[in-house]
């Protein structure tokens, strides 16, 4: 995709400084990179999302006035990925987020590859050229996203994470934020504890924060749901939680106050992360976080069971319930409302019992490889009904060969935040590869790719000058070994004519007897029609001068 020019992604760092300001001073005795631990259950401590060019599906436009009317203090755009992309859409959601009072923050979506160093180095260049140097009032750190490591090492990756984040800090002079979740960090990282001198930024969907990774002793952003509703946006986006006050985030920001949006008193929006599992045992458990509003009190949560059209009420300081009297199995929506005084939200929804219908797509860097090379084999699992991304689920890649009627499992993979896997294969004859989601909770699918493989023909003569009459043996090799034949040919004045044939050996080995008639110099060839297991191949020309 095409990047945007240096002049329009600078544009979002010249955002004016508004003129109201927070009516309490910003707090600067509380460093941005260690502050205290506040669940994300505590009002008051700052929320905002993360987006990409994925909320301007169909050239969407995001509603920023009502963004933060909803009570958000924050967003992450994503700026860069690799060393090609730029979000075209960052500069115009920086500029304008700011422009209602919203904090900003840049990220980069890491696609590690060797040369270990030059590619980071390249990456950290490439998201600098796009973002500035960050400097101005209201911009957060540089943030890093490290979600692949690209098949390097553990090892690999810490020089790379350590290289981008060297470079980013010398064009800037701040020390960026690592954004990663805890399978990542400890699977792919090797559980380092070398990086905890800078923020962390970690994706945990779980009703409660589960603790840090690689020795942070805490940590700065939560992202705690890929799946909230917000007033503005189109689809769902990632929802983050500061782990501190608005002040202790505003001195991150270079320390210029945000105006602050505090609605008049009256009816909560909608309960955000709603989710439900269901029991063994014929229950249900509901979870769910606060709305966001500021200034807007919850006194009580409503939940509606259906079908049956149950209701209960559960106090306002608890964000989950037990549901009983559920058939494991049944189609079941729960909803959550919350209340107060002024009436109640609209409901926020969770359905359970009927899987969401997934679709796999899969591509190969390319269909016919020659005897011994690679492929590259990717792949996007979505959800069928909106296309979105699905992370974090499992998918197996499989491999049938043209000779064999069954798959075998090569790796199992995980699915990035942007659903996509892939995977380096081999294939040595004609192979079908699938990948392969299971479903659980959602419906399984796949897709396959087929993978031709052209095979090499090794020939040789005993030797490369001979008298008429002499017996003469050209031998060789075909790989793969899939049998068959093999054909002998000899260039005439008019063509190719073929001579003979013989059966190749289960090793791929074969030989021809020549007996040469004629003086002068012979050119030969042996070639190959090809097999379900490979394709048709000429082998090298080999020449015999006969005196």
Do not use: C
């Amino acid at each position: 995709m095409v990047g945007v020019g240096v002049s329009r992604a600078k544009r979002w760092l010249r955002v004016p400084v508004v003129a109201t300001l927070l009516a309490t001073s910003v707090a600067t005795s509380l460093p941005a990179t260690a502050v205290t631990a506040a669940p994300k259950t505590v009002a008051g401590t700052p929320v905002g999302m993360d987006v990409s060019s994925w909320q301007h599906l169909g050239g969407r436009a995001i509603d920023w006035s009502a963004v933060r009317a909803a009570g958000h203090d924050f967003v992450m755009v994503k700026a860069t990925e690799g060393t090609t992309y730029t979000n075209p859409y960052f500069a115009g959601d920086t500029f304008d987020s700011g422009q209602v009072g919203l904090i900003r923050g840049a990220y980069h979506y890491a696609r590690p590859s060797r040369p270990v160093t030059t590619d980071a180095v390249a990456e950290a260049n490439a998201f600098v050229a796009a973002t500035g140097p960050l400097q101005d009032p209201g911009v957060l750190p540089p943030i890093l996203d490290l979600e692949e490591n690209g098949g390097l090492t553990p090892a690999e990756m810490r020089t790379w994470t350590s290289t981008w984040l060297a470079t980013v800090q010398r064009a800037t002079g701040r020390a960026p934020i690592i954004y990663t979740y805890r399978y990542f960090w400890s699977a792919r990282m090797g559980g380092t504890t070398s990086f905890t001198s800078y923020p962390l930024w970690l994706a945990d969907y779980n009703a409660t924060f589960g603790g840090t990774v690689g020795g942070w002793p805490t940590w700065m952003m939560w992202q705690y749901t890929a799946g909230a509703a917000v007033p503005g946006v189109y689809g769902k986006v990632d929802m983050n939680r500061f782990n501190g006050t608005l002040d202790a985030l505003v001195t991150m920001a270079r320390g210029v106050p945000v105006p602050v949006v505090v609605p008049p008193p009256g009816i909560p929006s909608a309960p955000l992360a709603v989710a439900a599992t269901v029991n063994p045992d014929g229950t249900a458990t509901i979870t769910w976080q606060p709305p966001v509003d500021s200034g807007v009190a919850v006194t009580s949560y409503t939940i509606v069971v259906d079908p049956g059209g149950e209701t209960l009420s559960v106090p306002a300081d608890l964000l989950s319930i037990v549901v009983p009297g559920i058939t494991v199995g049944a189609p079941y929506t729960f909803s959550v409302i919350a209340t107060n005084d002024a009436g109640s939200s609209p409901a926020a929804t969770v359905s359970v019992g009927t899987p969401v219908a997934t679709a796999m797509a899969a591509t190969v860097n390319t269909t016919t490889v020659t005897y011994g090379a690679s492929v590259a084999v990717s792949g996007r699992l979505t959800r069928t009904d909106t296309g979105e991304p699905l992370a974090d689920r499992t998918v197996v890649l499989e491999a049938r060969t043209a000779t064999s009627g069954r798959y075998t499992a090569l790796a199992t993979l995980a699915t990035s935040a942007d659903g996509a896997v892939s995977a380096v294969a081999s294939p040595l004859v004609t192979t079908q590869y699938r990948l392969r989601f299971n479903g659980g909770t959602e419906v399984a699918s796949s897709a396959t790719q087929q993978v031709r493989v052209k095979p090499l023909i090794v020939t040789k003569f005993n030797v490369t000058s001979a008298r008429v009459g002499q017996h003469l043996v050209l031998s060789g090799q075909l790989k793969p070994a899939y049998g068959g034949r093999v054909y002998r040919q000899m260039l005439l004045p008019t063509g190719w004519t073929t001579l003979d044939t013989t059966l190749v050996s289960r090793t791929g080995t074969f030989a021809f007897r020549v007996i040469p008639v004629i003086k002068g110099t012979k050119t030969y060839r042996v070639v190959s029609l090809g097999s379900p297991a490979a394709v048709a191949i000429n082998g090298p020309l080999l020449r015999v001068r006969v005196r």
